[in-house]
């Protein structure tokens, strides 16, 4: 009986597999062997005939050539076809001359034949030049495809040769990890906790096993750009005392066919070898998109999907891994993908509520020298819509316009400065408008603002400027008091009759319109078909609603068939037109009513360019309130218009 030791078992995942050799560099003489190579063949070339040449002797056709004939001194000749002549004189020495082919000349025919010259033909002279001529084109395919391999060859090194074209283009953070934490993360409490139990989950099982709870398969983060998905998961890499696997979708798209499917295979066979551990996969609709009703059909990444799916939960699920993603696009992802099993939770990152928006200013100007003004609740105040991104890049800004102006320190003009070079663009000066523009400019701001100031569901004015910035001339900013989720019918149909203000305006004042008002008719019939179509307020229509199902984070409609009759159609485009026609008749009643108010309005848009709430109140002859400095407060409408309902009210011609 024989006995076959081994090792005793060790417990603990297998140890990484070794990486491949790189073999050793070739000597450098090597690289020099094609050059030395074609040194000798054009060496062997020319050697020959420059010897050659050294022994021959040149002759002129005429007189020396038929001098030598008539004299009875020429052995032999060789004439070629392109008029060449190579010889033999009698006395041994050779030579060569030219025959002129276009002169035909019959007289050197009759003294070869008369003085018994051997004449022989020949073909036309062969010489390097025309060889390597020849040869060029075959020369530069063979030049084509040494070079296509060598690159094929470089990129595959890169892969890790033939065998590492299947791996996952993933990094792993085991020791070294990220130094972003929880901390960086402002607000987003539910989230945060949410994601922080699928760690604890990893790091304390059984606790939740005595409670009978099963630890979420995978956690899917949707939102809109900007709102700090991937900076979440990288909070999680850094808190998480269990390896973390980031890898993005794109990664898994390659030239090759199958090299996704196994790079799948590759990066769950490695999550595995590791767990329990947590496998992060940003932007991943470049993989899970859905599968089936496409016009153009994508098996290789159908292939990818499919085998993320077994992967995940399939027949030999991976155990000990939770998968964490994240995408804007959660309306494309296959309904396979979402199922309970695999994502089990889906967290909604949705764009910062005014107190988050503070907390994100206070993580990112920490450290940055802000003036007395700056108050961070007017800046949150004032930039509803605004993501953890745009908050970041607004900070930035501010601080280069302090930069710009001299200063060290950040002040409240410079955020103001700020948000409206991201909203809406680069200031210029109104010198840059004729007198006329100007002037319509004025009229039609202010009829925004005045019907703004008396709606009875209107926004507080926060700012008016006839400022070109961006493809906007002018802006009438308002500031909500408070956020709000919902909106009621009188809310906004005084926002239909507050864009329709600068038309009516104009129409008062000069009696014709302008091309300034084509923003604001083309906002205001995007609510009143909202209005109509989806909120179900148009009497004519009824309570229904035609609104898309699933959330668009990028923006756009979703292309489908339409869900209404022509028929239907027809009643919502007089209904929208009605809408808009009452909206301009309650703004032409307004300003009609307080013209005088509007005059001076005008003159002092034109004297200013840039006015405030409070010189708005003093020309209605109200009570003004607190000054704020002008841009200390914020943008209007962002807010209602990030929650679908509303779309800024801005000025003319912009």
Same mark, same amino acid.
């Given at each position: 009986?024989?006995?076959?030791?081994?090792?005793?078992?060790?417990?603990?995942?297998?140890?990484?597999?070794?990486?491949?050799?790189?073999?050793?560099?070739?000597?450098?003489?090597?690289?020099?062997?094609?050059?030395?190579?074609?040194?000798?063949?054009?060496?062997?070339?020319?050697?020959?005939?420059?010897?050659?040449?050294?022994?021959?002797?040149?002759?002129?056709?005429?007189?020396?050539?038929?001098?030598?004939?008539?004299?009875?001194?020429?052995?032999?000749?060789?004439?070629?076809?392109?008029?060449?002549?190579?010889?033999?004189?009698?006395?041994?020495?050779?030579?060569?001359?030219?025959?002129?082919?276009?002169?035909?000349?019959?007289?050197?025919?009759?003294?070869?034949?008369?003085?018994?010259?051997?004449?022989?033909?020949?073909?036309?002279?062969?010489?390097?030049?025309?060889?390597?001529?020849?040869?060029?084109?075959?020369?530069?395919?063979?030049?084509?495809?040494?070079?296509?391999?060598?690159?094929?060859?470089?990129?595959?090194?890169?892969?890790?040769?033939?065998?590492?074209?299947?791996?996952?283009?993933?990094?792993?953070?085991?020791?070294?990890?990220?130094?972003?934490?929880?901390?960086?993360?402002?607000?987003?409490?539910?989230?945060?906790?949410?994601?922080?139990?699928?760690?604890?989950?990893?790091?304390?099982?059984?606790?939740?096993?005595?409670?009978?709870?099963?630890?979420?398969?995978?956690?899917?983060?949707?939102?809109?750009?900007?709102?700090?998905?991937?900076?979440?998961?990288?909070?999680?890499?850094?808190?998480?005392?269990?390896?973390?696997?980031?890898?993005?979708?794109?990664?898994?798209?390659?030239?090759?066919?199958?090299?996704?499917?196994?790079?799948?295979?590759?990066?769950?066979?490695?999550?595995?070898?590791?767990?329990?551990?947590?496998?992060?996969?940003?932007?991943?609709?470049?993989?899970?998109?859905?599968?089936?009703?496409?016009?153009?059909?994508?098996?290789?990444?159908?292939?990818?999907?499919?085998?993320?799916?077994?992967?995940?939960?399939?027949?030999?699920?991976?155990?000990?891994?939770?998968?964490?993603?994240?995408?804007?696009?959660?309306?494309?992802?296959?309904?396979?993908?979402?199922?309970?099993?695999?994502?089990?939770?889906?967290?909604?990152?949705?764009?910062?509520?005014?107190?988050?928006?503070?907390?994100?200013?206070?993580?990112?100007?920490?450290?940055?020298?802000?003036?007395?003004?700056?108050?961070?609740?007017?800046?949150?105040?004032?930039?509803?819509?605004?993501?953890?991104?745009?908050?970041?890049?607004?900070?930035?800004?501010?601080?280069?316009?302090?930069?710009?102006?001299?200063?060290?320190?950040?002040?409240?003009?410079?955020?103001?400065?700020?948000?409206?070079?991201?909203?809406?663009?680069?200031?210029?000066?109104?010198?840059?408008?004729?007198?006329?523009?100007?002037?319509?400019?004025?009229?039609?701001?202010?009829?925004?603002?005045?019907?703004?100031?008396?709606?009875?569901?209107?926004?507080?004015?926060?700012?008016?400027?006839?400022?070109?910035?961006?493809?906007?001339?002018?802006?009438?900013?308002?500031?909500?008091?408070?956020?709000?989720?919902?909106?009621?019918?009188?809310?906004?149909?005084?926002?239909?009759?507050?864009?329709?203000?600068?038309?009516?305006?104009?129409?008062?004042?000069?009696?014709? $319109?302008?091309?300034?008002?084509?923003?604001?008719?083309? *906002? &205001? @019939?995007?609510? =009143? !078909?909202?209005?109509?179509? %989806?909120? /179900?307020?148009?009497?004519?229509?009824?309570?229904?609603?035609?609104?898309?199902?699933?959330?668009?984070?990028?923006?756009?409609?979703?292309?489908?068939?339409?869900?209404?009759?022509?028929?239907?159609?027809?009643?919502?485009?007089?209904?929208?037109?009605?809408?808009?026609?009452?909206?301009?008749?309650?703004?032409?009643?307004?300003?009609?009513?307080?013209?005088?108010?509007?005059?001076?309005?005008?003159?002092?848009?034109?004297?200013?360019?840039?006015?405030?709430?409070?010189?708005?109140?003093?020309?209605? $002859?109200?009570?003004?309130?607190?000054?704020?400095?002008? *841009? &200390? @407060?914020?943008? =209007? !409408?962002?807010?209602?218009? %990030?929650? /679908?309902?509303?779309?800024?009210?801005?000025?003319?011609?912009?």
């Amino acid at each position: 009986m024989y006995r076959h030791p081994s090792n005793k078992a060790k417990s603990g995942p297998p140890p990484d597999r070794p990486p491949n050799q790189a073999p050793p560099p070739p000597p450098r003489w090597r690289s020099w062997l094609p050059m030395l190579g074609l040194l000798i063949t054009l060496a062997l070339l020319l050697i020959p005939g420059r010897m050659e040449q050294g022994r021959v002797t040149t002759l002129d056709y005429s007189p020396d050539l038929k001098d030598k004939i008539a004299a009875g001194q020429v052995q032999s000749v060789e004439i070629g076809s392109d008029g060449h002549i190579e010889g033999k004189l009698k006395d041994g020495t050779r030579f060569e001359s030219s025959y002129p082919t276009n002169l035909q000349d019959p007289e050197f025919t009759k003294l070869l034949n008369d003085h018994k010259v051997q004449v022989k033909a020949v073909g036309a002279r062969t010489t390097l030049g025309s060889i390597l001529l020849s040869l060029l084109p075959l020369l530069l395919f063979i030049a084509f495809f040494v070079y296509l391999g060598r690159s094929t060859r470089r990129q595959l090194a890169g892969m890790g040769g033939l065998g590492g074209i299947g791996r996952a283009r993933s990094r792993v953070f085991d020791a070294e990890r990220p130094d972003t934490t929880f901390a960086d993360v402002a607000g987003y409490e539910g989230a945060k906790r949410e994601v922080t139990e699928v760690v604890d989950f990893l790091k304390n099982p059984d606790r939740y096993r005595r409670a009978g709870a099963v630890g979420p398969k995978g956690v899917l983060m949707v939102g809109p750009p900007g709102t700090g998905k991937t900076l979440l998961a990288r909070a999680v890499a850094g808190e998480a005392h269990v390896p973390f696997i980031s890898v993005t979708g794109s990664s898994f798209v390659e030239l090759f066919v199958g090299v996704g499917a196994a790079r799948v295979r590759d990066l769950f066979a490695e999550a595995r070898k590791r767990a329990p551990s947590i496998v992060f996969i940003d932007e991943i609709d470049a993989i899970g998109q859905r599968r089936g009703g496409q016009l153009v059909s994508n098996d290789e990444r159908d292939q990818t999907l499919n085998q993320m799916l077994a992967e995940m939960d399939g027949f030999d699920p991976a155990t000990g891994v939770v998968v964490m993603a994240a995408t804007n696009r959660p309306e494309v992802l296959d309904p396979a993908l979402l199922r309970p099993g695999r994502f089990d939770r889906q967290v909604v990152i949705p764009l910062p509520t005014q107190k988050e928006r503070k907390a994100i200013l206070e993580v990112h100007t920490k450290g940055k020298p802000l003036g007395p003004d700056v108050d961070l609740d007017v800046v949150a105040r004032g930039t509803p819509g605004f993501s953890g991104a745009d908050l970041a890049n607004l900070v930035n800004e501010a601080a280069i316009f302090a930069v710009r102006a001299g200063r060290e320190v950040i002040n409240a003009v410079d955020f103001s400065e700020a948000r409206d070079r991201i909203l809406l663009g680069r200031r210029d000066s109104s010198n840059a408008l004729l007198p006329d523009e100007k002037r319509a400019v004025a009229v039609h701001e202010g009829g925004h603002a005045l019907v703004a100031a008396i709606s009875e569901h209107g926004d507080p004015v926060a700012k008016v400027t006839i400022l070109p910035a961006g493809q906007a001339l002018g802006v009438t900013e308002q500031l909500p008091i408070d956020e709000r989720h919902l909106y009621t019918e009188g809310y906004l149909k005084d926002s239909l009759a507050i864009r329709m203000g600068g038309r009516a305006a104009e129409l008062l004042v000069f009696d014709e $319109g302008s091309t300034g008002a084509s923003n604001d008719l083309a *906002g &205001a @019939t995007d609510l =009143a !078909t909202r209005m109509v179509r %989806e909120f /179900g307020m148009s009497a004519a229509l009824g309570p229904v609603g035609f609104a898309s199902g699933s959330p668009m984070y990028l923006g756009g409609e979703e292309v489908r068939s339409r869900p209404y009759a022509e028929a239907t159609q027809r009643v919502i485009d007089e209904e929208v037109a009605k809408l808009l026609r009452e909206a301009e008749q309650r703004a032409t009643g307004i300003l009609t009513e307080h013209r005088d108010a509007l005059e001076r309005l005008t003159e002092l848009l034109l004297e200013r360019e840039t006015i405030d709430g409070t010189d708005l109140d003093e020309v209605l $002859g109200r009570v003004p309130g607190h000054r704020q400095p002008v *841009g &200390a @407060t914020g943008h =209007a !409408t962002a807010a209602a218009e %990030e929650a /679908g309902a509303v779309r800024p009210a801005g000025g003319p011609h912009g």
